[in-house]
């Protein structure tokens, strides 16, 4: 069928003119399929029961990205589309003259459209696949599980959604464009390509003024942000006034930007009339003037990617570190009223009897082993926690460790053990978070006295301490405070805490404890739980990969976005100004000073919202800085410079084949000239 | 063949010497002769019209002239320098340096203001603010256009548009300005009007004009006319001492003594 073979035709000639549009649509899909397809990486790996039930998370998880990620790619390719048909609009003017009827183009785009999607989907997804090999190890690399058998790595159920979810973008896509063509009239198709909206170059004023109301909005928020603090900042109110005055004062820096850089150049006469600089400041304020809107959107991705690379990899550094905390030996087990049962039924259990009885003594598994009683006393202790601005009553639930104890755990892990004068007490909390830490220091500095089994206990020098004294995955640390061991007799226990360190091997120890695990707690009528090294630094691990995995994916769609549609704006710019650079050459101007004045344009183009970008962006870390380190100290300059990798491989590729493209279309425009078509 | 005009006292210098030019295009099966042997002069100071019929390779001509094309054999001199050994490179410094244009559809730099398009000639070859602010001026005094200096293009008339192309391509005071069909979308009143300002660009400031055009009455401006069919110089006419009317009826005589599709004169 003749449209088919035109559409072909079309599309061989588009595919080298629109390298960047068939990258970014390529990019897209294999970054899409890659992610999706990560609960297949675990073939690669021992399909232990724990990491199963971590990679189902993480498909869940970014099966939820995914669909965010979906609607910024579809927006995306919506917006190349929009160039690649305006660039063209004309070709279609002509094809109506030639007496075609519009339902017949219409099929034309939509082969074509058909041909580019199933293209750019066949080399996404071949490219993600193999992408997936690579990741695979990596991701096995980073949750420290070793890698058990190499071989070929592929999820039909991601490569499934991906032909959907994009598959519903083109048929959008197809709609969109038909109903274009249908609203156009042929006079405006064939003269497409003759300008004639000229856009007025504001009045010096207005623009300075404006500058200047945007560099306030801009200064004010970086203000508020710098001097305020977390906090300030993240005190909800606060913090909406400042995102509201970075987006408005990016707008509009990039709105008043041109006028405000050409008079300022056209006043110094001596760079404004040196080669071709008038003309690349007039091109560069013609465009930025135009796409003002996209630049700042542009700006603002990059600022959110830039964020989400470096804050998502500190994050994940320090989940990890922070859960690294909760190993201060091999296992722990513990033993608690279940929560079904009647508060101070529990009367306390020989935990190394019970493993006996179930055919596990100690000695079998254990090289080091601590049996720890904590007691009930119907304490709690009066916290205010001065957090994003607010202020808060906390009561901590608090049980008593005699000082023996608490001292043989220190032992255990290492440390020195401490001295308790009489009448004193101390108290251990592990709490990571920084408020609550704070509180409780401000409520030991306070010196408050505490009844103990009628003994009034004061609080010493060197009261407090935050020692993690077992394994725990879940962070939820209780309170602990230490007192003298006759103090607690009398008491009703609270729970008992067996902690172990394993003998060689230590993964046959492992699975004994493990295989116990559920017999004693058929055994002991309590509630047991057991808490293993191994698995907390594999939960560990793996929800760092998928926080930095998330963080990855999401920056990286970002960044490919606002690339992309950089490269597209100015590549579809330097189509429409071919004509000028013909003039240029014919009045003499050499090759090398076009592409140079191409490269400046470029530069600027990608430059300017990344240079703003950057700025916010080291601003964005500050507080990510605070957050994470909230949480725990999290480097962030580690995740600085990745991130700052991941910028110059992503952009600064998009910038190089920006380049590239727009000298290709100057060398084809040359050789067209010289064929001579008169 | 008229013998060349020759003004009273020193013999001005010869600006462009074209010997024996070939161009030849296409393959082995389908060549085709634009070109075939074509030789003249033009001396400094002269405003010269090239008329032809469509194809008769008046077009290719000038872009050999102009070294946007190359010639296959024969020679090529502007003010001295052999144009066809010249390499790539120094080719697009000789057209900044000594050639200017004047093109059909203006070429003017929609994104710039009139002053600026004019100084861009200038720009490019690295002259001072200074020296460029005079020059502009100067030249848009000749050419009537001092008012528009500040206007876009698209902000002007077709005829002011010319006449800063003009402005641009004299502006660098070049040894030959190549004008190719500088009137063709142009009306009557502003072709009139622009082929006054050559003339007085030749007067003036000693400029010299090579212009492709198949309007008689643009020729008519001009102090001589070379015709060229088949991609030969097939007769030249020199206007001398007569007025332009009895210049326009002589030249009208060889277009129809050229026949064939010449008729498609406006």
């Known amino acids: 069928m003749m449209s088919i073979e035109l559409a072909l035709r079309n599309v061989r000639k588009n595919l080298r003119e629109y390298t960047v549009y068939f990258l970014t649509l390529t990019f897209g899909v294999c970054v899409f399929y890659s992610f999706n397809a990560i609960e297949s990486q675990q073939a690669i790996m021992g399909a232990s029961a724990s990491n199963g039930r971590v990679f189902k998370e993480f498909t869940q998880i970014i099966g939820i990205v995914s669909v965010f990620v979906s609607i910024i790619l579809g927006l995306l390719i919506l917006y190349a589309n929009r160039f690649l048909i305006r660039r063209r609009k004309k070709e279609f003017g002509v094809y109506l003259t030639l007496g075609m009827n519009r339902g017949q183009i219409s099929r034309i785009l939509i082969g074509e459209t058909v041909l580019v999607g199933l293209f750019s989907l066949a080399a996404g997804l071949a490219l993600g696949v193999s992408l997936s090999q690579g990741m695979a190890v990596l991701t096995a690399k980073l949750m420290k599980v070793p890698v058990e058998r190499l071989q070929f790595v592929f999820s039909a159920q991601s490569l499934i959604k991906t032909v959907v979810y994009f598959g519903v973008v083109f048929g959008l896509l197809l709609v969109f464009n038909a109903f274009m063509i249908s609203r156009q009239k042929l006079i405006d198709l064939l003269y497409a390509d003759r300008r004639s909206e000229w856009f007025k170059t504001p009045k010096l004023a207005q623009s300075v003024v404006v500058f200047v109301i945007s560099l306030v909005c801009l200064g004010w928020a970086y203000g508020t942000v710098l001097t305020g603090g977390t906090a300030k900042v993240l005190d909800s109110a606060s913090l909406r006034y400042v995102i509201l005055a970075g987006v408005v004062g990016t707008f509009l820096f990039f709105f008043s930007l041109s006028g405000f850089l050409l008079k300022v150049f056209q006043q110094t006469k001596s760079v404004y009339l040196k080669g071709l600089n008038a003309f690349v400041l007039r091109q560069l304020s013609s465009k930025i003037n135009t796409a003002y809107v996209s630049i700042t959107m542009v700006c603002l991705m990059l600022f959110v990617s830039i964020c989400t690379l470096c804050a998502g990899l500190g994050l994940s550094t320090s989940i990890s570190q922070e859960l690294r905390r909760g190993t201060p030996f091999d296992a722990t087990f513990s033993t608690a009223a279940r929560s079904n049962q009647a508060e101070g039924s529990y009367s306390g259990v020989d935990l190394p009897a019970a493993l006996a009885q179930i055919g596990l003594p100690l000695g079998s598994v254990a090289s080091q082993s601590l049996v720890v009683r904590y007691y009930e006393a119907g304490l709690t202790v009066p916290l205010m926690v001065r957090e994003n601005g607010f202020e808060q009553r906390h009561e901590a639930k608090t049980y008593l460790l005699k000082l023996s104890d608490y001292n043989a755990v220190l032992r255990l892990m290492g440390q020195a053990p401490i001295a308790l004068s009489p009448g004193h007490y101390a108290i251990n909390y592990a709490v990571a978070n920084a408020a609550m830490k704070r509180a409780t220091q401000e409520y030991v500095d306070s010196r408050p006295t505490i009844a103990v089994n009628g003994v009034t206990l004061s609080a010493g020098p060197d009261t407090f301490h935050d020692n993690v004294m077992e394994v725990l995955q879940n962070q939820d640390y209780k309170m602990t405070l230490v007192v003298p061991d006759h103090l607690v007799t009398g008491l009703a226990p609270a729970r008992d805490a067996l902690h172990l360190n394993y003998l060689d091997p230590k993964d046959r120890s492992e699975s004994l404890v493990q295989q116990a695990h559920p017999l004693l707690r058929a055994e002991l009528k309590v509630d047991v739980s057991l808490w293993t090294r191994q698995e907390v630094e594999a939960f560990g691990n793996s929800t760092s990969v998928l926080v930095a995995y998330v963080a990855i994916y999401l920056g990286i769609v970002f960044l490919i976005a606002s690339a992309a549609v950089l490269a597209i704006g100015q590549l579809s710019e330097m189509s429409d100004s071919l004509s000028r650079y013909g003039a240029l050459r014919k009045i003499g101007v050499e090759d090398k000073m076009l592409n140079r004045s191409i490269f400046a344009q470029v530069l600027v183009y990608f430059g300017l919202p990344m240079a703003l970008a950057a700025v916010h962006s080291v601003i964005g870390v500050a507080i990510a800085e605070q957050v994470v380190s909230a949480f725990d100290k999290g480097s962030v300059l580690g995740s600085s410079l990745f991130t700052a990798a991941v910028l110059l491989i992503v952009y600064g590729g998009y910038f190089l084949a920006t380049y590239q493209g727009g000298k290709a279309m100057l060398r084809r425009q040359y050789a067209q000239s010289r064929r001579g078509v008169d | ?266």
Request: glycine share 10%.
């Open chain 2, 1 to 266: 063949m008229t013998s060349q005009q020759m003004p009273e006292g020193a013999v001005p210098p010869v600006i462009l010497e074209v010997q024996d030019v070939v161009k030849l295009y296409g393959g082995k099966g389908n060549l085709t002769k634009a070109l075939n042997g074509i030789s003249f002069a033009v001396a400094a100071g002269e405003f010269v019209g090239i008329m032809g019929a469509s194809g008769s390779g008046k077009t290719t001509l000038l872009n050999c002239i102009s070294t946007i094309d190359t010639a296959t054999s024969g020679r090529i001199l502007i003010g001295g320098s052999d144009i066809t050994s010249m390499k790539q490179s120094d080719l697009s410094r000789f057209r900044r340096e000594s050639l200017g244009f004047i093109f059909q559809d203006f070429n003017l730099l929609d994104t710039l203001t009139g002053y600026e398009n004019i100084a861009l000639a200038l720009t490019i070859l690295r002259r001072s603010p200074r020296e460029i602010d005079r020059r502009v001026k100067a030249v848009a005094a000749v050419l009537g256009i001092s008012q528009v200096l500040k206007k876009f293009p698209y902000q002007m008339s077709g005829g002011q548009r010319q006449r800063v192309a003009s402005a641009r391509a004299i502006v660098t005071e070049p040894t030959l300005v190549l004008a190719d069909e500088p009137t063709g979308a142009l009306d009557s009143k502003s072709a009139k009007e622009l082929l006054e300002n050559f003339q007085s660009l030749v007067r003036q400031r000693a400029a010299t004009i090579l212009m492709v055009t198949h309007d008689a009455f643009s020729a008519s401006h001009c102090d001589r006319i070379l015709f060229i069919r088949d991609g030969q110089l097939f007769h030249q006419v020199v206007r001398g001492g007569s007025s332009r009317k009895s210049f326009f009826d002589q030249i009208m005589q060889v277009i129809s003594l050229l026949g064939g599709d010449a008729n498609d004169v406006d």
